[in-house]
């Protein structure tokens, strides 16, 4: 789906400004994980800020918000699976979002007041990575939007299950 240029353009403008001006480091309420050198080689620089300092990536302007293509959503960092694009819907938020995690357990939720806000944030179990936050203003069935980033996923298409190893999860796309 083609986005008005201008939401497009107002929606990372407001972004830009919220993240200078509120979510500066210094008015931070979370403390910051230590340095992880080896990561740090593994992932970009924006998937490390994502994944191991909490940042978030742009609206809109992310690799995954507007992907059609069916398949499973695994963590950067320690590739659990964590999202199926079964469960994934259009937000108009510019973020992948999903309805539901593909594994529960893969998943952790954590309430987070960082920033001024109250909001759950949301971890990948094994990797410890920061995915993005949880909100109840999702559609049916689950009432849930979970607000990933792309940077701290990789998409696995439907054609690449068995061979990636994850071959538990291809008779989910079987029709």
Wanted: net charge neutral; aromatic share 12%.
């Amino acid at each position: 789906m083609k986005r008005n240029w201008l939401v497009s353009f107002l929606s990372v403008m407001i972004f830009s400004m919220f993240t200078q001006f509120c979510c500066s480091p210094a008015t931070s309420e979370k403390a910051k994980k230590p340095e992880n050198p080896e990561l740090r080689k593994k992932l970009t620089d924006l998937q490390y800020r994502v994944t191991q300092e909490d940042d978030t990536e742009p609206p809109f302007q992310n690799e995954y918000w507007d992907n059609h293509e069916e398949g499973i959503y695994v963590d950067i960092v320690s590739k659990e699976p964590l999202f199926s694009s079964k469960d994934k819907f259009e937000s108009g938020t510019g973020w992948p979002s999903f309805t539901k995690p593909l594994v529960k357990e893969n998943v952790v939720e954590i309430e987070d007041h960082s920033y001024g806000m109250s909001r759950t944030e949301v971890r990948s179990k094994k990797g410890d990575s920061h995915l993005g936050h949880v909100f109840d203003d999702g559609p049916k069935p689950t009432g849930k939007r979970y607000c990933m980033n792309s940077a701290s996923m990789e998409f696995i298409p439907r054609a690449k299950l068995k061979e990636r190893g994850y071959e538990s999860f291809v008779s989910g796309f079987q029709k």
